[in-house]
């Protein structure tokens, strides 16, 4: 059986990668945050639907990057940065005997923003992260879907007392404006009866 060849990812230009470190940067300590609980689980999701936000917006490609991407993406400019720290300064060489390009700027300042380890095998290195990202985007562990799917039901929930909450809040109003229309209705009544009274009594103090 033949295996249809996997479609390569369109690769980040680098202004989009320029772009995704700034991003990333404003929100790295909740990104690089160590707990694993789902409160902070919950927190890096936001984090990472907000970078795609304004990533797209601002995005210099045409195609749409969505969080999974842009956050493998990252974690493949970490990988190739821890890379080539490990294997050293410009004039070192891979087992292959290439040489191994100095860190850029991008990866100067994405090396000095991780704060999380990476398990790194040197001899695997690939120049073009890339390619693995497709790969990649759909590859979950469950665990982490039963804490997405816990969230969203949490989300639901919240929005339902929401919804709740201002259905009494208007029920309330209403009920108020009812109570005022009353007493100004019983003001009137009482207006109205007292004038009829001084009425009558003018017409018996006439007779």
């Not at 969080?67 to 080539?84: P, V």
């Not at 979950?140 to 039901?153: H, V």
């Amino acid at each position: 059986m033949v295996k249809q060849k996997r479609e390569r990812s369109v690769n980040f230009t680098p202004h989009e990668t320029n772009l995704l470190i700034s991003l990333i940067e404003s929100k790295k300590h909740t990104i690089e945050n160590k707990k694993s609980d789902a409160t902070t689980w919950g927190e890096k999701q936001k984090a990472w639907r907000e970078i795609e936000k304004a990533f797209n917006r601002a995005s210099d490609c045409n195609v749409y990057r969505d969080h999974k991407h842009l956050k493998l993406k990252y974690e493949a400019l970490k990988r190739d940065a821890k890379k080539k720290s490990v294997v050293g300064t410009e004039n070192c060489k891979t087992e292959g005997g290439d040489m191994v390009p100095p860190l850029s700027l991008v990866e100067e300042k994405d090396r000095e923003m991780i704060s999380l380890p990476v398990e790194v095998n040197v001899s695997e290195y690939e120049s073009d992260s890339d390619s693995v990202l497709a790969s990649k985007v759909t590859d979950k562990k469950p665990y982490d879907r039963l804490i997405e799917e816990k969230l969203e039901i949490v989300e639901i929930k919240r929005k339902i007392v929401a919804e709740e909450l201002a259905q009494k809040l208007i029920h309330r109003k209403i009920l108020e404006k009812e109570l005022e229309h009353k007493t100004v209705m019983h003001e009137l009544e009482k207006q109205h009866l007292l004038l009829k009274i001084e009425i009558l009594k003018r017409e018996l103090n006439e007779k």
